[in-house]
């Protein structure tokens, strides 16, 4: 079964930091672009950070400089590290790939289960 779970989700103090995992699993043949979505309460779902399969990345103003987006393709992994984290980063996290299983050889978007990050003191 191809999926996307993510981990490293939790609490932390403003200011701190937090990375979160996201891992492609099951027989997949190939993977583009990757990436990482928040929805806060109450908001819509927002894309953070994505990065493709040849590394060129993209952030959302509100995360540039404290963010850093990156991927291990041959664990077939994406990464965000969260730096300098703030009270209105608080959200669920949801990882997101357009992923090529070995069973259809057809392109598809995944998404994975979502993950919490709450920034509170």
């Known amino acids: 079964q191809v999926q996307l779970v993510e981990s490293g989700g939790g609490l932390v103090q403003p200011g701190g930091s937090l990375r979160l995992s996201c891992a492609a699993s099951?027989?997949?043949?190939?993977?583009?672009?990757m990436g990482w979505y928040r929805q806060a309460p109450g908001k819509q779902r927002e894309l953070v950070a994505v990065?493709?399969?040849?590394?060129?990345?993209n952030y959302t103003d509100s995360v540039k400089g404290r963010f850093t987006i990156s991927r291990d393709n041959a664990k077939k992994m994406v990464y965000l590290q969260m730096n300098s984290l703030k009270p209105e980063d608080t959200a669920v996290y949801y990882c997101?790939?357009?992923?090529?299983?070995?069973?259809?050889?057809?392109?598809?978007?995944?998404w994975g289960q979502g993950t919490q990050v709450t920034v509170s003191s």
């Open positions: 990065i493709t399969s040849g590394g060129s990345t």
């Open positions: 997101n790939a357009d992923l090529l299983p070995l069973a259809t050889l057809k392109w598809v978007n995944y």
């Open positions: 099951g027989n997949i043949f190939s993977i583009k672009a």
